[in-house]
């Protein structure tokens, strides 16, 4: 390539980039607004592919032709063709492309004046020289100004030349003069000294490798900052047609995209540079090393070549930098547009929630605590909003921000300014305007709740005057006095206008409130008409008169029924004459006084209520105010604390170990929550008016107080959580947002405190209100309460059982628990081993459930707290379909019986207590007999549908509405004698029945000792087949058997004088002797005796039998209690037994 042609395409290059920037940087876009335009000037700047050194480089190297460097003297380029022995063989191709290489290299100035080619063929033939004459001139591609020809050196040749070249002169076509030349000596008379190389005979430093490297590098430098020009020009043209996006990520990726492509370009550009300078360094190294080396001509055209494509490619990266700026700029403002839109859209939804959540606020409260709790939500929610406001007025500054810094899309930006600011304005105006009507509300309630106090305390002291004291003249002075000092001491406590209140806080009036103001200022005005009616009586009793003390006070009866007694009494005062008018006058005086007594008595009484009705006042007032105080402490701790552990924000401070553990340190709290928040409460709050009532709210939500149960059992697991992580930093910094002074532990002791502080209330309640018409309700819940209570407790007992394979819920409710001296007795064990058991207790803790008793024993306790609480670990269990009791044990009023399997085994159990055998024993016998009951009643079942199944004998006379009547007759016999058996403590224990011969009847040992009153296990020998008569449906007798009855009427008529029994007694009939005696032991009096048969059938009536016979095994003969294991069998044995007597 020549050296213009570098310089030109640089220039090209430069001068096509350059405008393109500009107009880029001055918003044109060409490529959109004239692509036409683009295109032409495109095409017009193209030429045809140049050649370059490194594509010829091969060709170069024969060095067949050279550019020295040297200049004629009008500055002519020097083309030097050396002796090339081989010219001739050079590809006409090879030749045209050196050629035309050479030619092109010098400036377009020094080309234009014309080429001296020095041709040396000294080692050649005339013929050679001929030819290649000939072939430099066919091929030779620019002007010539003078051809020098060094002609052969040896002597033939030289004259042949001589001659031939003047012959054949006109052959050469040549338009330039050809010079023959014999010497060197001769051409340095053409070309000076300095301008020809060393082989020339010159001094002109010329390499052709170094050459030939220099001019590769330069080209290759020119085709750098030529594609440099274009890359730049190219992402110039990218960077302004993108097109900005509408979200934060894809423009932080652009952004990111175009930086790292610029930072590439401009890597580039550094390495062109160095490229650069390291070639112009090379190029004047010579003149470095010696400052007085000159340059020829071709070096400095090098090395304006490359300085002025340095200069270029400068321009290029400063316009390409200018273009970057403006561009990476708005990159940014769009970055930070979408910014502020994705803020501005979450600060927004930010303030609509904070907005919804401050509307929420409506609620003024409905006491003074109510009050201050929302007041202090309030404050935190306004504290918790203070971040939300925050980053709304920051972001609306930093919008601020971009409109004073001239943003693009300033249209945009301030509308949404002006919205971040109105919204934050009205949230402070709204929350400020909240806090106002709360403040007053609170003043309000303090009013009232002031005048509530004062009310009170009147009512209090009215109460608390005694009234004996103040029938006496200084008794009464006192109490007026006091009732006058009260008054003026409490005057700043009343509501003087009630009018005056409804203007004053009309803004915060709302229905409930208006009529809680109204039943307040009610409740004043009954109080004051109450003082005003003590004044007056208290003022008629200190203005009376001492009159003299008559000597027999008269009863008030007499002054009503015979006035004329005070007469008879003052005869012996008065002459007959004055008689008469005395006799009126003590009349009126006497009944007067009456009056007053009965008016004292009356008050008396009235002001008795009035205490009584004070009292309960004062109860359901605590009741009501702690339970508010209990829900808003609930509602405290599931905000302050539960919430704050799911709070993402507070999770730096929550260790790993007590994540995910909110429900074993909260249990239930929430579901209590709910339940007095939503419900208990506001039922309560219904009964204000007439505490008295209170007990049916707790009775109608007494199935829900259940929840407790599962609160407790938690209990210990929540202790034993909270002691491992009580120093935490969550609860610390809770606990410091909370401002509680207490820590969490305390809190969570809430619910069960307050579970137990129902029964005292409700105890106090019923105190003052036993002639009321709720007493017996409240009695009822009450019981209830307590009933909860002890199954809690009993609850946390149960889940401290260790060692039981099975699932205790299969077991049915938790009756009773206890612990206990419990002996063994058993059939199967060693004598030696029966005996020690006898006199060596065991220590025992008892699980009665519905379906099994359970023997445990009590493990120390250990550990601190809740963890402190013991726990028993199971030994055996009985199955209560299997158990039998024996209630007295001879020589110990503690102990009773508890046996299995027909006193296979047998277990004394002896209780601290009398009360608490009784108690164990009676829970028992309801047991038992729940089960019998259930026993006969699928057997009545049974027994019914086979006899409704039977054919009726022709000759019946009875109809089937009559056989009707007689069944339903049974069955509510058979209830009334299950009931009358329960009412008096028996309870029945069926006998296991051998397999396949259905319920055996054993006979009952007859001397059985007087502390054997319990009853042994066997199906009731008086079942459903028992008490018909033999004739299956006739009329006979009833067949007596031996077993316990319930007397349903008196008899004195015993062949023993002293045996009598009386209706209810429970008797036990022991054998049948002659003459249609039977022998018989009352087991309410213990006395026996004989009673005829037809008596003791008129005495038991249609009583069953109660008796379960004893076991024939059983030693002691002792009488016990128990149902079958088997209910089914016993039903299925009982049918049958009934059906074979029918048939």
Known sequence: MSQRRLLREGHESHFR??????????????????????????????????????????????????????????????????????????????FQNVLTYLTSIPSLRDAGIGFILVIDRRQDKWTSVKASILRIAASFPGNLQLVLVLRPTGFFHRALSDIAFKFNKDEFKMKVPIIMLGSVSELQGYIDKTQ?????????????????????????????????????????????????????????????????KKDKMKEDIRLAVEQGDDILGSITKPVTENPEYKLNQDQL??????????????????????????????????????????????????????????????????????VEHILKDLANFEEKSCETIAKARMLASEGDAFIQSNHYAVDSIIPKCSELHHLCDVFTTETERRRNLLNKSLELHGLLEKSMKWCDEGIYLLASQPVDKCQSQDGAESALQEIEKFLDAGAGNKIKELNKIYREYAHILNEDLKEHVQKVFQKQESMEEMFQKRQVSLKKLAAKQTRPVQPVAPRPEAFV?????????QREYVSNSESSALRRVNYRRGKSEM??????????????????????????????????????????VLEGYAAEMDNPLMAHLISPELQNKKDILFGNMEEIYHFHNRIFLRELENYVEYPELVGRCFLDQMEDFQIYEKYCQNKPRSESLWRQFSDSVFFQECQRKLDHKLSLDSYLLKPVQRITKYQLLLKEMLKYSKNCEGAEDLQEALTSILGILKAVNDSMHQIAITGYDGNLNELGKLLMQGSFNVWTDHKKGHSKVKDLARFKPMQRHLFLHEKAVLFCKKREENGEGYEKAPSYSYKHSLNMAAVGITENVKGDAKKFEIWYNAREEVYIIQAPTPEVKATWVNEIRKVLTSQLQACREASQHRTLEQTQSLPLPASSCASPSRNHIRNTKKTEERKADLASLEGYGTTVAPKYPEKGKGWAKTSHSLDASEENDGWSSAEDPLNSSDAEEEGGGGGGEMKLTPGKYTVVTDYEKGVSEEFTVKSGDLVQLIREGEDGLWYVKNLSSGREGWIPANNLLMLIGNSKSAQSLSSSESGTASSTLSTSSSCSDSCNASSTSFSDIKG
């Open 196 to 260: 020809l190389t060393e082989d020339l005979g010159g001094t002109l430093d010329y390499c052709h490798n170094r050459w030939l490297s220099r001019r590769t590098a330069i080209e290759g430098f020119a085709q750098k900052v030529k594609q440099t020009a274009q890359i730049l020009q190219s992402f110039g043209t990218e960077l302004a047609e993108t097109e900005l996006p509408n979200d934060v990520q894809s423009t932080s990726s652009l952004l990111a995209t175009h930086t790292e």
């Open 17 to 94: 980039i350059l405008p393109r920037f500009i107009q880029i940087l001055h918003g044109r876009r060409h490529s959109r607004n004239n692509p036409r335009q683009i295109c032409s000037d495109e095409i017009m700047h193209q030429d045809i592919i140049p050649l370059y050194a490194a594509d010829i480089q091969d060709q170069l190297k024969k060095q067949f032709a050279y550019l020295s460097g040297g200049r004629g003297g009008d500055g002519c380029p020097v083309i030097t063709f050396p002796d090339y022995p081989a010219f001739s063989e050079i590809p006409e191709k090879e």
């Open 561 to 569: 029924k015979s006035p004329c007694t005070f007469a008879g009494l």
């Open 301 to 370: 055209d090098n090395q304006t070549t490359v300085e002025r494509l340095l200069a270029q490619l400068h321009e290029t990266e400063t316009a390409f930098d200018e273009f970057w700026i403006k561009h990476q700029q708005k990159l940014e403002q769009c970055l930070h547009l979408r910014n502020f839109e994705q803020n501005f859209r979450e600060v927004k939804a930010a303030l609509d929630i904070v907005s919804e959540r401050l509307s929420a606020f409506t609620d003024v409260g409905n006491s003074c605590s109510h």
């Open 595 to 636: 009056t007053e007594l009965h008016q004292s008595r009356g008050g008396s009484t009235m002001d008795d209520e009035e205490n009584l009705a004070v009292l309960r006042q004062h109860v359901i007032n605590e009741l009501i105010e702690t339970e508010r105080a209990y829900v808003e402490e609930l509602l405290c």
